[in-house]
């Protein structure tokens, strides 16, 4: 079966790397075509209970400038040479849409091993929620690293992913029994796949050709604790041995001990296989002592009392083979335990049960798996809802179904879905063809030019949200035959998309509208038009290129952070009407009200009569907005972040290069041959000024990356449709992120004016 293993792999860390190698040879060794998925960790999304004491800060000041962790390229080059030759990867997947479509590829799953369940860093995707049917997916021996869950986001998304699975195993005891607590279905505990492969085996790695002839002690401490580096000179001082340590801070390299080589995953393993001692205070360096019958000492990395104390699967691991007297304590000296004769017999005879329990986990659930598949040929109906959960409601799949089988509406959360009804669909596959989440022709931004742009007319620069980019484009096509198509706000206050090709109906398309439009009008009508120019959402724009004569049409998509649920908006004009008696059936919101100034952005919202201007630190519907909260779920999977189906992209020219701005300048973004075309038009339009600039203000200032979906996302979506007031959902889920966010804004200035200063 082809497997595809799902864990971190792009850690500079011994253990990590060595698990993933041992994984990929059990499964070789039963016959198995294992490859790793590419996927790239995320950024823990909000909530996962950070911490922000005084201590926990100063921890991380600490960290970022005085133990600074130990980078050379050449000890990246050892990695990746390991990882390139040893292991076989997928392309890269880093949204949900692509690790879906592996379900196409692959007989099997299998997440672990590793702290990829760890809280603090919880991804729905390490537990395969992309996988379709979980007959085909096993958990092996992932790690909680901490003795509970104390998140109770956490806890409750844990609880529903893991009752997914129907092998389970995980690699601590108290991580099985946190999942036990949680679930029904059984939950094995077994070894870290290191411990599944022979020394031998791992010896075999190890191309030896130095001269240790010289005995040494190998210290690899992850911690930083004074204490233990004082008893192990000492140690080593009284043995009369060489101490040799593998740097892991910046400053372990000035230690005259520090091995000066760099020390890859198969250095790591010969610097061990050849200590006489070993003392460490890593999980991996302790298997690997094990592993090669070594005499060692393990310390405790953590204080019994830190919340995120993972010593546990230390004690889990040394507890199993009888050796729980390894572990340093004030009674159980460094002396006493390096000199203790370990008994390495008794340590093989129980490893040998533990390691035939763990290989037979794994042989057991490929073997079903594998009957599964075989018993159970793949039948699906060839449409959106096969192995996609992910819709931006663009709206192409509409016009390309001929059966009117699909409808666009909004769904519970407040967000433009499409949806099938089943007994039309002939399941022929035109909507998946079309679809921009299953087939996406794009360009990386980077390779794009970047150009500033500031329209000269006062009018234009009020009424736009950045530069007028939009609007001048706008113009040069109707000039020259084009319909332009744009997002307005009909009689509802629903934004839709609409086609305009008189200039003096442009304005209806001016201007930002921080909610999701509905675009399913475009398809529709595009054929009406000889030549169009399509401004969208990025997701909007890879959909619409998906089905559109290239020749006929001009994309533009927008940088997008994302779109907010319809639910904030109604929940705000309630707001509006409640606290500033605005009509709700009336509102109309401008949300960059320019006449404030363009860097602080200002909502306007009137109702003909009476009217009220927020700013963005005081306007509800922007800082919930602003907090990426209430996004669409398809938002925090954004494919189009780093590239662009567009011809041109646009957005706010934000940085340092405009900071005294204040009517707005444009960043604009030529990706194509065609986008550079009508970049020249625009130059030679001499409606503004135009300026080439360094892409690099592009990728430093812009999101490029996607950050993990806030663990409460779901709970302040239902809580805007309920009616909760927006004062209650601020204050209880993003006040704090607000007063961080403040103060990041204080350092950046500080830095700012430091920098400047400095070259002044
Ligand atoms: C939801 C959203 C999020 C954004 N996030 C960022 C960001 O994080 N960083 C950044 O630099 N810029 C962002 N922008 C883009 C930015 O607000 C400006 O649109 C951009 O700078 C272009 O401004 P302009 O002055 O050239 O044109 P404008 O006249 O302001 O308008 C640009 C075009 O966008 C279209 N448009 C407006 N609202 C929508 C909508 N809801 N959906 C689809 N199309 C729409 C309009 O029809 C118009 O053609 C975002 C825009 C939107 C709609
Ligand atoms: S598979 Fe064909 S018939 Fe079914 S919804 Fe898609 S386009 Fe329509
Ligand atoms: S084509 Fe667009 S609307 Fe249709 S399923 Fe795909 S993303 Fe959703
Ligand atoms: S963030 Fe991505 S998915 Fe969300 S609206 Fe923007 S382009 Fe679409």
């Known amino acids: 079966m082809k ?64 133990d600074k962790i130990y980078v050379s390229e050449k000890k990246t080059e050892l990695y990746k040479k390991f990882l390139q030759e040893k292991l076989v990867f997928t392309e890269p997947c880093n949204t949900l849409s692509e690790l879906e479509r592996l379900n196409e590829q692959f007989d099997c799953f299998v997440c672990g091993s590793d702290q990829i369940w760890a809280p603090s860093c919880f991804d729905p995707h390490y537990f395969l929620d992309f ?27 844990v609880k529903e992913l893991a009752s997914r699975f129907v092998y389970l195993s995980t690699r601590e005891k108290c991580g099985s029994d946190i999942i036990s607590q949680l679930i029904e279905n059984p939950v094995e505990t077994v070894l870290d796949p290191t411990l599944l492969i022979s020394s031998e085996e791992w010896r075999a790695l190890i191309n030896d050709s130095d001269d240790y002839n010289e005995p040494y002690m190998l210290v690899y401490l992850l911690g930083n604790n004074r204490k233990y580096w004082k008893l192990i000179k000492s140690a080593a001082r009284k043995l009369k041995i060489k101490i040799k340590v593998i740097p892991v801070y910046s400053k372990d390299c000035k230690n005259t001990y520090s091995i ?70 004030e009674k159980n000296t460094i002396d006493g335990i390096l000199s203790a004769k370990i008994d390495y ?47 931006c409601g663009c709206g192409v799949c509409l016009a390309s179904c001929k059966f009117s089988a699909i409808d666009i509406r909004k769904d519970e959360e407040g967000f433009y879905k499409a949806y099938i009804n089943e007994d039309n669909c002939v399941s022929c596959g035109k909507c998946r063809e079309v679809c921009p989440y299953i087939r996406t022709k794009t360009t990386k931004c980077e390779k794009g030019h970047l150009y500033s742009y500031k329209d000269s007319s006062k009018e234009v620069l009020l009424k736009s949200s950045s530069g007028g980019a939009a609007f001048a484009l706008s113009c040069i096509g109707i000039s020259e035959g084009y319909a332009i198509a744009g997002a307005a706000f009909d009689n509802k206050n629903i934004v839709k998309h609409i086609f305009i090709n008189d200039i003096s109906e442009l304005n209806r398309i001016q201007g930002s509208k921080y909610l999701q439009s509905d675009f399913s009008n475009i398809s529709l009508q595009l054929k ?41 908006y109604e929940s705000y004009n309630n707001f509006l009407s409640e606290e500033y008696g605005i009509k709700s059936e009336k509102i109309n919101t401008v949300f960059r009200y320019k006449k404030k ?110 950050v993990s979906e806030p663990l409460f996302r779901k709970e302040i979506i239902a809580k805007l449709k309920s009616g909760e007031r927006l004062e209650n959902i601020i204050r209880k889920y993003i006040i704090k992120y607000i007063i961080i966010g403040k103060a990041y804004k204080i350092v950046d200035s500080i830095r700012y004016i430091a920098k400047k200063n400095k070259y002044n």
């Open 3 to 66: 497997v595809g293993i799902m864990t971190w792999h792009e850690y500079e860390n011994y253990g990590s790397v060595l698990q993933l190698y041992a994984m990929s040879e059990v499964l070789k060794a039963y016959g198995q075509d294992p490859l790793i998925i590419n996927y790239h960790a995320r950024k823990p999304g909000k909530n996962l209970g950070e911490d922000y004491s005084l201590k926990s800060i100063v921890k991380r000041i600490n960290a970022r400038f005085f």
């Open 131 to 157: 996988v379709d049917d979980p007959n085909r997916m096993f958990s092996y021996a992932p790690s909680i690293g901490l003795p509970k869950i104390n998140n109770e986001y956490v806890k409750e998304r």
């Open 260 to 329: 000066q080589e760099n020390v890859g995953p198969v250095e790591f393993l010969k610097y061990i296989n050849n200590a006489s001692y070993i003392c460490t205070d890593s999980f991996h360096g302790t298997i690997f002592s094990i592993l090669f019958k070594k005499k060692f000492c393990t310390f405790k990395r953590f204080k019994q009392k830190d919340p995120n104390n993972q010593n546990s699967r230390i004690y889990s691991i040394l507890s199993e083979v009888g050796l729980i007297n390894n572990i340093y304590t």
């Open 345 to 391: 017999k008794s340590v093989e005879e129980k490893l040998e049960h533990k390691i035939l329990e763990s290989r037979e986990f794994i042989y057991n659930a490929i073997h079903k798996i594998d009957l599964y598949n075989n018993d159970n040929t793949k039948k699906h109906l060839n449409n959106i809802n096969y192995n996609l959960s992910l819709c």
């Open 528 to 568: 009406k038009y000889k030549n169009s120019i399509i401004f969208g959402t990025p997701c909007q724009i890879a959909g619409i290129r998906n089905i559109c004569d290239e020749k006929k049409c001009v994309l533009v998509d927008l940088v997008c952070h994302g779109v907010p649920s319809y639910n904030l």
């Open 597 to 706: 100034g363009w860097r602080k952005i200002h909502l306007y919202s009137s109702d003909g009569e009476k009217n009220i201007c927020l700013s963005q630190d005081k306007d509800p519907f922007f800082l919930l907005f602003e907090h990426g909260v209430c996004y669409s779920k398809a938002c925090f999977e954004c494919p189009w972040r780093e590239k662009s189906a567009a011809d041109i992209r646009i957005g706010d020219y934000w940085g340092n290069r405009f900071r005294n701005d204040n009517t707005g300048v444009s960043m604009v973004l030529s990706l194509t041959d065609k986008g550079l075309e009508f970049v020249s038009k625009l130059k030679n339009s001499n409606r503004g000024t135009i300026n080439e600039t360094n892409i690099k203000d592009y990728i430093t200032v812009q999101q490029l990356a996607n």
